[in-house]
């Protein structure tokens, strides 16, 4: 069967685009006429001592995705082609990929090992290959060193695929044991060290049961920080990083150790190289994060058994912390504010010191401020920086209180240095603090205002004059402005930025327009600005939004007159356009939202729709989504008027509906339906049997991403409600969609948070399209249609109240559908109400809940319950 491929591997990675195109089908072909003897081939390839090690290399890879892809569908194809295949030619397979890992050859070893990684991945869990984890460990033992490291490797890359519950925790330790031998210092050869100690890292998920063990604990903890000691860089980095893995999965375990982790860091962040410094770092704004969400989840108030204790360890070395931190915060790099992936020790620091902020709160104040004060005015370029930097980077925390006054005093200051500061990197920095100001320490909740009247025009100057700087200073600027707006959203009638409003406005647009404006974020950042300066403004600027219209049209016109663009033009054009039809639902929902404005700017509806339909007509997905998005907005501001759109927008409206790649797309689409639904109502009806066939379709397919569907049972809600009982030929459809999604969505035993986050999600939905199938039949003549469905709908509401983990979103959701079954269906809904289970210590319990809203539904659905059973 196996074929020999060794040519056309070759070609594959060849020069010549032809030679390489024809390779690579032949291999596909090769691939769908015969995956057998396909695999065969490659293995067979890989595992030949006698080939190039490209091709070997090569076969490896290939082999590798054809048992795993990116999408989840695509991947789930690929296993059962890999499950159903002979199980001899199977075993071939497996015994070239073992007898691969004894090759003298490192690519053809390393490849194996992640290709044995991939079929362990998949056949563990079917309780096949029994057999491999004795095998590995057996070549453990042997004398060559490259079969070792080999080894180590594949147990490394078998923990990443392998999911910790299909391991017995017999092979977990001697796993283990083999991987904590393998770091030992007493182990003579580095490559298997380094090996061994990349396989911790994968394998610490394997080890609950080793960490509550006090003396195994010890062992793995000694061996990890004499690791951290290594000659070898790679291995004192890839220590760190198993340090950094277990500061957060073992976070309650790891107190007695934190003397000498402390100690190894300080010496790493000082003296070692910038990769294990970086890491020495991140195992400190690790254990913030973990204490942040501690002290989130439980408020502050722990007793004597709460169940994750917070040890306060960054109170605790809080004093020697800082002045380590401070210390990174001067090893900036000279270009660091152009390069948007730049990551070097001082952002580390600065980004570890935040989180310090964010857990210790005021406590980091005193033992920041004399490191600003003494650097702020140094000669040094570095020295200002970093003092800066410092200032910036504490401003999340702390209460207001504590910070105001030495905002007070800083904001002149930094104002001066954003003006006349001769160094970009200081100003950067300088107009990044003065945004985290504005975001934090600004806005109507402030007892003593930062901004006043006094102050509020030279802050406006110099960030308009900062919009002109280079581009990365420019960004921040417009960073700065996005704040200092935000902060003025609730201050009512009068806007303290109304006088500078004009200005402002034509300031961001000619950012927009500038030569370099695609560096640095740069043109984006103006229009998100933009946009959140019209967000919160007040009616005294209405006239000014007003005469935006036009000129934004006239951007978005200006980019579909554009011919014969290149690839990377193209992609330009598209992020703006996406900009622009960004800006102008901003706009149209400011406009729309207000009596005074709302007749002026309708004006402009058939010309800004007609521009949103050239959009579409250009085809890229991006552009889609905020097109989409603003047509929500705009169907929301014309109400019944948008129906004359419908006959040429439907078109489109159908294609999001079908996209299933770009399910985000898909998503905003089945948003947009329910627009237009609460905008035309029973409009819609003329296109309702697509769009339904359309959702039902995505519903059943399992390729649509799951964060879909709560949407579009909300979205049978909202057609139901805008159609009333001419939704009478779908329920046969929807009904048992809904029954079958409730079925699934009323258990989660087991389930991990952000799997019962989605479940709330679903359950959301599902009730939300109830509740708009009821409210829409109600005093219909048809209402005895949806009689048959109530005992289903009263059991899922029981099963609901009885799992206990609702969020409030989901129950007050479900105590409006009691109150729609009895409002909709009278005395039919009485009786089963009241041999329900549960309903009504359920309806108690909303009525005495502290949330208004909850509260609020429940006694509407009091009042519908009681007039149903008293019928």
Same mark, same amino acid.
């Given at each position: 069967m196996a074929m020999e491929v060794t040519q056309i591997l070759l070609?594959?990675?060849?020069?010549?685009?032809?030679?390489?195109?024809?390779?690579?089908?032949?291999?596909?072909?090769?691939q769908e006429a015969?995956?057998?003897g396909f695999l065969l081939s490659l293995s067979g390839e890989l595992a030949s001592e006698e080939k190039p090690v490209d091709s070997r290399k090569l076969a490896g890879l290939v082999l590798k995705n054809a048992l795993d892809a990116k999408e989840q569908h695509r991947k789930f194809e690929l296993v059962q082609k890999w499950l159903s295949l002979d199980v001899g030619v199977k075993a071939q397979i497996k015994a070239c990929l073992l007898q691969t890992l004894s090759s003298p050859v490192y690519e053809a070893r390393s490849t194996a090992s992640q290709v044995i990684a991939k079929v362990a991945g998949i056949e563990l869990p079917q309780k096949q290959w029994p057999e491999l984890i004795v095998s590995l460990l057996s070549n453990i033992h042997q004398v060559a060193v490259h079969v070792k490291q080999a080894t180590l490797e594949t147990l490394g890359y078998m923990c990443e695929e392998v999911s910790p519950d299909v391991v017995e925790q017999d092979h977990v330790n001697k796993i283990l044991t083999a991987v904590v031998q393998g770091m030992s210092p007493t182990e003579s050869s580095n490559d298997v060290r380094l090996a061994a100690t990349r396989a911790l890292y994968n394998a610490l998920s394997f080890a609950h049961a080793n960490f509550s063990n006090d003396m195994e604990r010890d062992y793995i903890m000694k061996v990890v920080c004499e690791a951290t000691l290594s000659p070898e860089v790679k291995i004192r980095q890839a220590a760190f990083e198993c340090l950094v893995s277990i500061s957060s999965s073992y976070y309650e375990k790891i107190a007695a150790y934190m003397q000498d982790i402390f100690n190894i860091t300080v010496k790493a962040v000082k003296e070692d190289e910038g990769a294990v410094a970086l890491q020495a770092i991140e195992f400190w704004s690790s254990i913030c994060d973990e204490e942040i969400d501690i002290l989130e989840d439980y408020g502050g108030d722990f007793t004597a058994d709460s169940e994750i204790p917070c040890f306060y360890f960054i109170k605790q070395a809080l004093p020697a912390l800082v002045p380590m931190l401070l210390e990174t915060l001067l090893k900036q790099e000279e270009d660091q504010d152009q390069d948007e992936g730049a990551w070097n020790l001082a952002m580390a620091g600065g980004t570890c010191l935040g989180l310090v902020a964010r857990t210790v709160g005021d406590d980091v104040v005193p033992l920041v401020m004399p490191f600003v004060e003494e650097n702020i005015s140094k000669p040094d370029w570095r020295q200002r920086e970093g003092a800066t930097y410092a200032f910036?980077?504490?401003?999340?925390?702390?209460?207001?209180?504590?910070?105001?006054?030495l905002v007070n005093v800083a904001l002149n200051f930094m104002l001066t240095a954003l003006s006349n500061d001769p160094n970009s990197h200081v100003k950067d920095t300088t107009a990044w603090t003065l945004g985290r100001i504005f975001e934090f320490l600004h806005g109507s909740t402030m007892e003593n205002p930062i901004i006043t009247p006094a102050n509020c025009q030279q802050i406006i100057t110099v960030l308009l004059q900062s919009m002109k700087d280079v581009p990365n200073v420019a960004e921040k600027a417009c960073g700065a402005l996005y704040f200092l707006a935000q902060g003025y959203e609730d201050f009512g009638q009068s806007s303290p930025l109304t006088p500078y409003f004009q200005e402002i406005v034509q300031s961001l647009l000619t950012v927009t327009h500038? #030569?370099?404006?695609?560096? *640095?974020?740069l043109r984006t950042a103006a229009y998100e600005t933009l946009n959140e300066v019209v967000? %919160?403004?007040?009616?005294?600027?209405?006239?000014?939004?007003?005469?935006?219209?036009?000129?934004?049209?006239?951007?978005?016109?200006?980019?579909?007159? #554009?011919?014969?663009?290149? *690839?990377?033009?193209?992609?330009?054009?598209?992020?703006?356009?996406?900009?622009?039809?960004? %800006?102008?639902?901003?706009?149209?929902q400011k406009l729309g939202s207000s009596e005074q404005t709302k007749y002026t700017f309708l004006q402009y509806a058939d010309q800004i729709m007609n521009l949103f339909l050239r959009v579409f007509a250009c085809r890229s997905a991006t552009?889609?989504?905020?097109?989409?998005?603003?047509?929500?907005?705009?169907?929301?501001?014309?109400?019944?008027?948008?129906t004359k759109y419908m006959p040429e927008f439907y078109k489109y409206l159908e294609m999001g509906l079908q996209n299933f790649e770009e399910y985000q797309v898909c998503a905003v689409t089945v948003g947009v339906v329910g627009d237009i639904c609460r905008a035309v109502e029973d409009k819609v009806l003329p296109w309702c049997d697509g769009i339904m066939t359309q959702l039902l379709k995505d519903l059943s397919s399992n390729q649509l991403h799951r964060s879909v569907k709560p949407p579009i049972f909300s979205c049978f809600g909202d057609i139901a409600l805008a159609i009333g009982e001419n939704f009478e030929k779908y329920l046969m459809y929807a009904m048992p969609m809904l029954q079958s999604a409730a079925e699934l969505s009323s258990h989660t035993s087991g389930a991990d948070d952000e799997m019962i986050e989605y479940t709330n999600l679903l359950r959301n939905g599902i009730l939300e399209a109830y509740s708009g199938i009821f409210q829409g039949f109600k005093n219909s003549p048809k209402t005895q249609l949806l009689i048959p469905y109530a005992p289903h709908i009263i059991q899922f509401l029981d099963l609901l109240y009885m799992e206990k983990d609702m969020d409030d979103v989901v129950m007050k959701t479900a105590i409006g559908v009691l109150g729609?079954?009895?409002?909709?269906?009278?005395?039919?809904?009485?009786?089963?109400?009241?041999?329900?289970?549960?309903?009504?210590?359920?309806?108690?319990?909303?009525?005495?809940?502290?949330?208004?809203?909850?509260?609020?539904?429940?006694?509407?659905?009091?009042l519908a319950i009681s007039r149903a059973i008293s019928v």
């Open positions: 070609n594959a990675q060849s020069v010549d685009g032809s030679l390489r195109k024809h390779a690579e089908e032949s291999l596909k072909h090769f015969n995956l057998a910036g980077s504490i401003l999340e925390g702390p209460s207001p209180n504590k910070l105001a006054p500038r #030569e370099d404006a695609g560096e *640095s974020r967000r %919160c403004s007040t009616d005294e600027t209405a006239a000014m939004v007003l005469q935006l219209v036009p000129v934004i049209m006239m951007e978005l016109h200006k980019t579909l007159e #554009e011919r014969n663009l290149s *690839s990377d033009e193209r992609q330009k054009q598209n992020e703006l356009q996406g900009l622009l039809c960004g %800006c102008l639902q901003v706009i149209i552009v889609h989504e905020e097109a989409m998005l603003a047509i929500g907005s705009l169907a929301y501001s014309t109400g019944p008027d948008f729609d079954l009895a409002d909709t269906l009278g005395s039919n809904a009485g009786s089963l109400i009241q041999q329900s289970l549960s309903s009504k210590d359920f309806l108690n319990e909303c009525l005495s809940s502290d949330d208004h809203l909850i509260k609020e539904s429940a006694e509407w659905a009091k």
